[in-house]
């Protein structure tokens, strides 16, 4: 019986074997899809209903990344008698924070939009009042922390009344559970360090 031969593919140079594995950097910046834009998605919402949610959801995602950041600020800066405690603490409230951003930045993408990332962007958009780049008193760390909180608490039953409104359940459950729950959470830990009796004073 014949046996079938496989032909071989043709000799090449060094030049066209290096060609097929080289990176090709000749690209040109160009934006696929706009800030603010929605790519359409068979989610059963309509485009108007994303873009609201969406809208909402990148606001409080600035305002996240920013209490995210200032988390990470006073875990680094802070000092005195409570420092190891909130040390430990302001990490914690910090990785929970950056699961936020990742559960509202994904929210975001999935409802074909894009979300806000950037910290030029992020500090253009975000509502919470810029801390100063020195140190401040652990007191007024936790403060300026609670007020931040506040404002994204505020911010969520807000939004999620919204969404509420517009049909949109998944991003309501998103302020509702996520944010709203986390943020209420940490404000309780972060507050009971100014009662009358702490050691934290500015
Ligand atoms: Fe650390």
Same mark, same amino acid.
């Given at each position: 019986?014949?046996t079938?031969?496989?032909a071989k593919?043709?000799a090449?140079?060094?030049?066209?074997?290096?060609?097929?594995?080289?990176p090709?950097l000749q690209?040109?910046p160009?934006?696929? $899809?706009r800030?603010?834009?929605?790519v359409? %998605?068979p989610n059963? =919402?309509? @485009?108007?209903?994303?873009k609201e949610?969406?809208?909402?959801?990148n606001q409080?995602?600035a305002d996240?990344i920013?209490l995210?950041?200032m988390?990470k600020?006073?875990?680094w800066?802070?000092?005195?008698?409570?420092f190891?405690?909130?040390?430990?603490?302001?990490d $914690?409230?910090?990785?929970?924070q950056?699961? %936020?951003v990742?559960? =509202?930045? @994904?929210r975001?993408?999935?409802?074909g939009g894009?979300?806000?990332?950037?910290?030029?962007d992020?500090?253009e958009?975000?509502?919470i009042a810029?801390?100063?780049r020195?140190r401040?008193?652990?007191a007024?760390?936790i403060k300026?922390l609670?007020?931040?909180h506040?404002?994204?608490i505020?911010e969520a039953?807000d939004?999620a009344?919204k969404?509420d @409104?517009t049909g949109?359940?998944?991003t309501?459950?998103?302020?509702?559970s996520n944010i709203?729950?986390?943020?209420?959470l940490?404000?309780?830990?972060?507050t009971?360090?100014?009662?009358a009796?702490s050691?934290?004073?500015?």
């Open positions: 019986m014949a079938k031969s496989i593919k043709p090449r140079s060094t030049a066209e074997k290096t060609a097929e594995v080289m090709n690209q040109y160009h934006e696929t $899809q800030y603010g834009e929605i359409k %998605l059963g =919402l309509s @485009e108007k209903v994303c949610s969406v809208a909402l959801l409080c995602l996240t920013t995210r950041d988390y600020k006073h875990h800066q802070v000092v005195g008698p409570t190891n405690q909130l040390h430990l603490m302001y $914690q409230h910090f990785l929970a950056v699961e %936020l990742d559960i =509202l930045a @994904e975001i993408q999935l409802l894009i979300a806000i990332a950037m910290a030029a992020v500090a958009t975000t509502r810029r801390p100063p020195g401040e008193p652990a007024v760390q300026r609670a007020e931040a506040e404002l994204i505020i039953r939004a009344e969404v @409104e949109d359940s998944g309501n459950d998103v302020f509702v709203l729950r986390t943020n209420e940490q404000v309780w830990f972060l009971e360090h100014l009662v009796s050691p934290v004073k500015s």
